[in-house]
């Protein structure tokens, strides 16, 4: 049974710091993973999908990393803003189509 | 291009009562699924639609069950609600072939009293 763990739990930076949000899961054997961002009481907004076959995806200030073989993704955002300030959640697709997600990271950027 | 919309967007019931909730895809996916958010937690997977059939299937009791439309919309009917029901229910959609990754509706926040 595929299990994701997010390190750390809750995050406060101030702006313009630069972080490392973590993800692991247990079972490498995966087709993808997908990092999202969930604003309180909201739905989830897809940020990144890393391929089993990527190793890393970048949009704007976000970079997804992927090393599948330790069972690890990282996201990195450069230049922390207030607007940031969301819970990030990773979800793993181990086929079948389903999604396995962690519990989130809870991010407060101040300014 | 719309994406995943659900109704309602909040729903009270009372314990016992029976709720359906409703999701239309994003336009060109054929796949649905749903997902049970706890407060604090991360979403859970209840089932999944394809072809108007339950594809696969969570650890979920038959007092969740769900249907898909010709037209790809799909239901969650949850039946003799319990307080621990209260949840968001999250509805995603993507393409059944290839790995495309999932877009995410808003949700149904369901309070059950």
């Known amino acids: 049974k595929q299990e994701v763990t997010q390190i750390p739990a809750a995050l406060s930076v101030p702006e313009g710091e630069n972080l490392v949000l973590n993800c692991s899961f247990t079972?490498?054997?995966?087709?993808?993973l997908q990092w999202f961002r969930q604003d309180p009481g909201k739905g989830l907004t897809s940020l990144l999908l890393?391929?089993?076959?990527?190793r890393e995806q970048t949009s704007g200030r976000l970079n997804a990393s992927l090393d599948k073989s330790s069972g690890r993704s990282t996201l990195y955002i450069a230049a922390s803003q207030p607007g940031d300030s969301a819970t990030y959640l990773c979800a793993v697709n181990s086929g079948y189509s389903t999604l396995t997600f962690g519990k989130g990271t809870m991010l407060l950027v101040s300014p | 291009d719309a994406g995943v919309t659900q109704s309602p967007t909040h729903l009270i019931k009372t314990r016992g009562q029976q709720v359906t909730l409703r999701c239309s895809p994003k336009s060109g996916h054929d796949t649905v699924s749903w997902y049970q958010q706890a407060l604090g937690q991360g979403p859970q997977f209840i089932f999944q639609y394809y072809e108007e059939e339950e594809r696969q299937r969570g650890n979920f009791p038959d007092r969740f069950s769900g249907h898909q439309f010709p037209n790809y919309s799909s239901e969650l009917n949850v039946n003799a609600l319990l307080l621990g029901d209260l949840a968001l229910y999250l509805c995603a959609s993507t393409h059944w072939e290839g790995n495309y990754g999932y877009t995410f509706g808003s949700g149904t926040r369901l309070t059950v009293v």
């Open positions: 079972d490498s054997a995966i087709y993808n």
């Open positions: 890393i391929q089993s076959s990527q």
